[in-house]
């Protein structure tokens, strides 16, 4: 059994900071890069066994760096994508007409309600649990904003309420490797100010 799971938003890219939906072919920027990179050395002595990552290419950039600094073996799995927002992606949020397209009853065309993100999520979680069943160190997930908020919320155990935004890039929620899957550190970025972990966490 994992000593931990570590889950990971992926790093910055040119869409996020330009307020547009993301495609999955959107790659890490050069400050998600770099954002990549510190997390990367964060991680490169913690133990970490095996690497599940989204196949969206930022996420897949920000685990590959995670990969180069830990040797451990990366599997990419595509339920760990971010909700599919189908036709909307590629748009900006400022001409969205005000709609929420967070909310969990909205379909964009081509994509995903709430309800059916949450059940492939659900899936990616029962995934993410199997792996944590076969890695006796740390089991690195590397994914997207809304995925971390969906399994704080609904399969992780958390101290206090969690908003599903506010996921920052590169964030690293530290769960305990068992039920009742106890988060340990939530949403934290301490590798991008350069700032030493309280306590010896990671």
Known sequence: MASEILIIRHGETTSNAARIVQTPDIRLSERGQDQARRLARRLAASGVEQILASDHVRARMT?????????????????????????????RYAELGGRDIFAYDFAPPGGETGAVFEARVDRAWTIVRKRA????????????????????????????????????????????GAEPWRVLRLNCTDHLDDVSPEGGAV
């Not at 451990?72 to 760990?80: G, R, S």
């Not at 160190?137 to 101290?159: F, K």
Request: overall charge negative; proline content about 1%.
């Open 133 to 176: 069943e076969k890695v006796a160190g740390r089991l690195a997930v590397v994914t997207h904003g809304l995925v971390c908020a969906s399994l704080a919320m609904r399969h992780l155990l958390v101290e206090g309420d969690v908003a599903m935004g506010g996921w920052k890039n590169t964030s690293l929620t530290i769960v305990e």
């Open 63 to 91: 685990a590959e760096a995670v990969r180069d600094a830990t040797r451990a073996p990366m599997e990419i799995d595509a339920l760990l994508q971010e909700r599919n927002f189908g036709d909307i992606r590629g748009t």
